[in-house]
DNA sequence: TTGTACGCGTTATCAC
DNA sequence: GTGATAACGCGTACAA
């Protein structure tokens, strides 16, 4: 196993020093027609790659573009979108990606945000656990860009991507509403996560739009988890007084409300109204085709990536909020 | 911005040379009490973490652990899972995983590939987009500890770990005929790839085992892409002797079919009994339960990790092929 | 236009 | 036990 080669081995077999090589790659500098041909074919003939690694050593801003991504979930749809707009951008700036799955896990988050530190990445994207966050304010106030998405931190000015929570509950149930539902269920996420707070948020608002009051027995407060979604679905389908229809506020809570009512063998739209938030790949081809709360997933990391670009290159901006706009999609759920 | 503390800051802390801190936090040389707790808390009081990218110049194979994971689509929930069990079995030693996506684009296979190599990765897993892969192939032999997941390399001894694609389709396909259908539609990967030529021959498998002639025309070959199941799925069902069942070789592809199925309004499994490989997150709420070869695909990144760690420690062993199996899932879509 | 020399933060090899 | 110092591969100021 012979090592790879580096520039040294080009300079001298190119017969040149290496800065003349490394001027050669980077463009830097002017360089003779000729010399830059034969430092170009010795190249090409060892196979010369640059080590980023050495490179981001001498220089950890400017190159080996590397940013780190670190999400809750790869395997939820939602994240995996936003991962993919995140490195789609990042792509077309010649940046790679250092992707970080953190599983909700305190520790673990912290650990990676150490280990990108660590690779000196030139930004970060991440979706923090908890609102108050002492480390990525620390590092925020230490001028490592970062953009937050999905979720944001509370007091403390930061660039942030997030999509309009309140309002995309807020269509939901006032869609819910109309269709003459007056009771309805909702599970949504816990007390500290602001994503739960603000689609309940939606929920109060589309009620108080409507004059209706609203029966505290029917907010269920979980995890964004499917097992959630069924214990809470049961739940409320339990109540003395049930509810004619849920609005489940997340992707696996709205598997986890489908699974009782396939276990209880419910007619949707007729027995029971639902709509999730998040779309998924099966729900219009469901039967009935699921209406649902659609996230621009794919465009709040593309967002991100594209804001971190711009903080990169002028760390003293102020930063910028972005709100994306979720969708209803209606189909025949209602 | 005041720059991160090095080494060198902790040893003037602790007034003792670099190469003391050094041996403290890696533990190897004695070294005495006072002297450790003195380097401890210079290194606390400074909030010291090592740069892993100068531990990686500086020791490429033992120090920063990094493995490289290079994915045709994080979107693609067979690759999310996939990624969670290598990340998972990574972390579990130590490990930071690099993750990529390649978007099944050669160029981007390749500058990934390179992207890696330039970070000094220990190892890389990946799933290859051709069965012959020079560059692949160049790096195996170059010494480099590389795992294939999902698909393989011909002609190229290396570590793997595969699903065992034959048998699975088989599996499904036999419990089509046994529940009597006798015209069975397909709809399987390019010519080119080697899972869906895999599952296609488990197909005529399950067909010669049972003595029926496989009519050619139920065969359509398509990228694992919902456009094409949705193409094909159409195209099948418009045949003058349409098939009276369907087995669709990837997620996708089933998603393209239940499209033409809620268009046209078929009841399974009375007009159409339906088979998909890969299970999803919907198919047992979804309206019969759908019946799927499920894929453990969290198992395969796991093992693949396994393997590369234990490559990544003994370079000199013979190739290790795993094949994991596949499972079918019997619900009420057949 | 090209070459020399230094430093980025580590680890490893010496000598003390 | 501890300290000084040479690499690792690259970028760049400075000299030629």
Redesign the interface.
């Known amino acids: 196993?012979?090592s790879?080669p580096s520039l040294i081995d080009v300079a001298k077999r190119a017969k040149v020093a290496v800065s003349t090589v490394s001027r050669t790659i980077s463009g830097k500098g002017a360089i003779g027609q000729e010399t830059q041909e034969s430092v170009r074919r010795a190249m090409r003939e060892l196979g010369y790659?640059?080590?980023?690694?050495?490179?981001?050593?001498r220089s950890?801003t400017n190159a080996?573009g590397l940013i780190g991504l670190i999400i809750p979930?790869?395997?939820n749809?939602f994240f995996?979108?936003l991962?993919?707009g995140v490195?789609d951008a990042a792509?077309a700036q010649g940046h790679?990606?250092?992707?970080?799955?953190y599983d909700e896990d305190p520790e673990?988050q912290q650990l990676?945000l150490?280990?990108l530190?660590?690779?000196?990445v030139a930004g970060v994207i991440i979706p923090p656990l908890n609102e108050d966050d002492p480390e990525i304010e620390r590092l925020v106030r230490?001028?490592l860009p970062i953009v937050c998405v999905d979720r944001s931190l509370k007091n403390c000015p930061i660039d942030k991507v997030e999509v309009d929570n309140r309002r995309g509950a807020f269509e939901a149930v006032r869609h819910l509403i109309e269709k003459g539902h007056r009771r309805v269920g909702v599970i949504t996420g816990p007390a500290h996560s602001s994503t739960g707070r603000d689609r309940l948020a939606g929920y109060r608002d589309a009620h108080a739009a409507a004059g209706i009051n609203v029966d505290e027995e029917l907010i269920c407060y979980g995890e964004f988890k499917e097992d959630c979604g069924r214990r809470f679905a049961a739940q409320l389908l339990d109540l003395r007084k049930p509810p004619t229809a849920l609005f489940t506020c997340s992707?696996l809570t709205t598997?986890g409300a489908?699974?009782v009512?396939?276990e209880r063998k419910l007619r949707i739209p007729d027995q029971l109204a639902l709509i999730g938030f998040d779309d998924?790949?099966?729900?219009?081809?469901?039967?009935p085709?699921l209406t649902m709360v659609s996230q621009p997933s794919y465009d709040v990391g593309r967002c991100a990536a594209e804001l971190l670009f711009k903080r990169m290159q002028n760390s003293k901006q102020s930063p910028t909020n972005i709100l994306l706009s979720p969708k209803l999609i209606i189909r025949k759920s209602v």
């Open positions: 196993m012979k790879k790659q640059p080590n980023r690694v050495a490179q981001r050593l950890p080996g979930n790869i395997q749809p995996a979108d991962a993919r490195e792509y790679a990606v250092f992707l970080c799955n673990k990676y150490q280990v530190q660590g690779e000196s230490a001028g992707n598997i489908l699974h009512v396939a998924m790949l099966l729900a219009d081809v469901y039967t085709p």
